[in-house]
C-alpha cells in the first residue's frame, strides 16, 4: 500500500488553539505546504463535535488553553469514537508535557516556538501513517467481504450461509413459523464445462445467481454452496401453496435460455427442499434433508422439485 501525493494534500486538518496568530501562522505554513482541506477552530469545546461529523485526518492541538486544556480535548474526543486511531499532533512550550500527551493518545507533538521544517515533517509523517492505516481498514474489510461471499458470483459463501440460516431458525422458533432451506443443482452443467469451456460456464452461473436473486424476497438469502448447487433460505412461510408457487417460478426461470458467446443454451435445475421444524431444527440438518430432496427429485427426472419426507424430530 502506498500513498499518493495528492491524496496526502487533501487530508483534513483541524487546528485548535485558542491564540489567533498561531492558527493564522499553522494556515499559512501548510497553504503553503500545498495542502488544501484545512479547517480551524479556538473553541476546544467544539472539537469532539466537529471531529465526530468531519472524521479529521489530522487534530492539531493546542494544550494550554482557558477552560478546556488540550488534555480534556484528547479525552472527550476519545470518549466519542469507536477509532482506537487518535490522529492528535499536540502542540506545547513545555517539554515536560509531551509524555503525559503521548500516553494520553497523542500520536506525536510539536514544540513552541515553531520550527517550521520540524513542523512540516511532523504533519506529513503523522498523515501518511493515518492514511496508511486507513487504507488498512478498507483492505480488511475488503478481505472480510471476500470471507463471507463466493469470488464468481457475490452471492454469500457457506460460512455466510450458515449465519444466515442460524437467525432465519431463530426468527421463525421465536415467533412459531416455518423457514424452508431449498438446496438447487442445475441439471446437465458437466457437459457445458466440457463441451463449450469453464469461461461459458462460469457465465451460466453468474446469471443463474442474478436471476435467483431476482425471483426470491430481498430477505431470503441466495448462496452459492458450490460447483453447481446453490441454496435458498426462505424466511417465514405463510402457506403451502406459497412455496409451490415458488418452485414453479424458480423452475421456469432457471429454465429461460442463455444467450452466451453466441450459444443458446438451454438448461433446468432440480430442488430440494427442507422445512423448519419438520426436517430439522438447525441448518446442518435442514441442508442433510433439502439435499436427500434433491436426490430424489434428480431421481424422478430432473427439472423439479421434491419436499424432503416428513421425519419426526
Known amino acids: 500500500m502506498t500513498i499518493i501525493v495528492s491524496e496526502l494534500l487533501n487530508a483534513s486538518i483541524l487546528i ?47 494544550l494550554k488553553m482557558p477552560g478546556m486544556d488540550g488534555f480534556k480535548v ?19 512550550a513545555q517539554p515536560d508535557q509531551k509524555l503525559r500527551a503521548l500516553q494520553a493518545g497523542a500520536k506525536d507533538f510539536i514544540s513552541k516556538p515553531f520550527d517550521l ?40 459463501n457457506r460460512r455466510l450461509l450458515m449465519d444466515r440460516l442460524a437467525l432465519a431458525i431463530a426468527h421463525a422458533r421465536r415467533n412459531r413459523q416455518t423457514m424452508a432451506v431449498l438446496f438447487l443443482d442445475l441439471d446437465g452443467f458437466k457437459q457445458i464445462n466440457d463441451t463449450l469451456g469453464h469461461d461459458v460456464g462460469d457465465t451460466v452461473l453468474k446469471i443463474v445467481a442474478g436471476r435467483l436473486v431476482a425471483t426470491v424476497r430481498q430477505v431470503d438469502t ?26 414453479s417460478k424458480l423452475l421456469q426461470v432457471i ?3 442463455f444467450d452466451i458467446q453466441g450459444h443458446n443454451l438451454s438448461i433446468t435445475m432440480s430442488i430440494g ?7 430439522g431444527e438447525d441448518g446442518e440438518s435442514l441442508l442433510k434433508s433439502a439435499d436427500l430432496a434433491l436426490y430424489e427429485a434428480k431421481n424422478l427426472g430432473k427439472n423439479n422439485y421434491r419436499i424432503a419426507a416428513r421425519t419426526d424430530i
Open 16 to 62: 485548535v488553539d485558542d491564540e489567533i496568530s498561531n492558527v493564522q501562522l499553522l494556515v499559512q505554513m501548510l497553504t503553503d505546504a500545498g495542502y488544501k482541506n484545512i479547517s480551524s477552530t479556538q473553541d476546544p469545546h467544539s472539537v469532539s463535535a466537529l471531529h465526530r461529523a468531519n472524521q479529521y485526518d489530522l487534530i492539531l492541538l493546542d
Open 74 to 92: 484528547i479525552e472527550s474526543i476519545r470518549s466519542n469514537e469507536d477509532d482506537d486511531y487518535l490522529p492528535v499532533i499536540v502542540i506545547t
Open 117 to 156: 521544517l520540524e513542523v512540516k515533517t511532523r504533519i506529513q509523517n503523522m498523515l501518511e501513517v493515518r492514511l496508511l492505516y486507513r487504507q488498512l481498514e478498507v483492505k480488511n474489510h475488503e478481505l472480510e467481504a471476500i470471507a463471507l461471499h463466493d469470488v464468481l458470483t457475490g452471492l454469500p
Open 222 to 247: 441466495v448462496a452459492r454452496y458450490g460447483g453447481d448447487e446453490f441454496v435458498i433460505g426462505l424466511w417465514d412461510l405463510t402457506r403451502d401453496e406459497n412455496l409451490a408457487k415458488l418452485m
Open 255 to 257: 429454465s429461460q435460455p
Open 273 to 279: 427442499v427442507g422445512l423448519y421444524p419438520q426436517h
